[in-house]
């Protein structure tokens, strides 16, 4: 079965710094991967997607980028930090055989 | 584009009764996938039961089914028996269901379920 790690748990970052946020599959290749975000007391909204190495889809305009140098590797990024870049980002990835998405444990984001 | 609907922003229910999330969604797709997740407040996005547009019984998963009404476009939630660890966040969540299937959901905004004791 997959599992999926994040790193770091919890983070506070000040405005106009950069980020890094990775997340890793377990158990599974090729997997689609997901990055969403949620705000405080919200629903998710889906920030990026990727469907293969190198391939990044983005939802939505924002100061915010992803990669996916391997296969089971996916990155999210920021050069400046924004206040509005606060929130918990999960990552996800489609279960092996299955459609239906299955997800990480979170990033807890604060920008100060 | 798709649209999923969660009009109860919060409920509550006494321990061992039963408790009903509505989720109404809008979609011109034929084919796809509805589900339900629970996000305790660890916040981890646990999945409770999923539903294929194309099948007219509604799933169930021990005290958890579902009421699925194609036509009505409505997707809600029973939970029988309520445990005061059912208390959570409850999403409706929408997928479609592509021959190259992305994979990509769509949130309604979530109910806040409490289980009292």
């Known amino acids: 079965s997959q599992t999926i790690h994040q790193w770091p748990a919890t983070l506070v970052q000040p405005v106009g710094s950069p980020l890094s946020l990775e997340c890793t599959v377990e158990g599974t290749s090729n997997p689609n991967l997901y990055w969403y975000r949620q705000a405080a007391g919200r629903g998710l909204q889906l920030l990026f997607y990727?469907?293969?190495?190198?391939?990044i889809s983005s939802e939505v305009p924002q100061n915010l980028s992803a990669s996916r140098p391997q296969d089971r590797q996916f990155i999210l990024s920021s050069k400046k930090l924004l206040l509005s870049d606060s929130g918990f980002y999960l990552c996800?990835?489609?279960?092996?055989?299955?459609?239906?998405?299955?997800f990480g444990p979170g990033t807890r984001l604060t920008v100060l | 584009a798709q649209t999923v609907t969660q009009s109860q922003p919060e409920m509550s229910v006494q321990e061992a009764e039963t408790v009903t999330l509505s989720c109404t969604y809008d979609t011109s797709e034929s084919n796809y996938y509805l589900f339900w997740y629970k996000q305790p407040p660890s916040r981890q996005m646990i999945l409770v039961i999923r539903q294929e547009a194309y099948k007219q019984q509604n799933a169930t998963e021990n005290r958890f089914s579902v009421n699925f009404q194609k036509a009505a476009k409505s997707f809600s939630l029973k939970i029988s028996d309520s445990q005061l660890g059912d208390t959570a966040m409850y999403f409706c969540?929408?997928?479609?269901?592509?021959?190259?299937?992305?994979?990509?959901?769509?949130f309604g905004q979530g109910t806040t379920l409490q289980v009292k004791p």
């Open positions: 996800a990835c489609v279960r092996d055989g299955y459609n239906e998405q299955f």
């Open positions: 990727s469907v293969g190495i190198g391939q």
């Open positions: 969540a929408f997928m479609k269901q592509l021959s190259s299937n992305t994979g990509k959901l769509i």
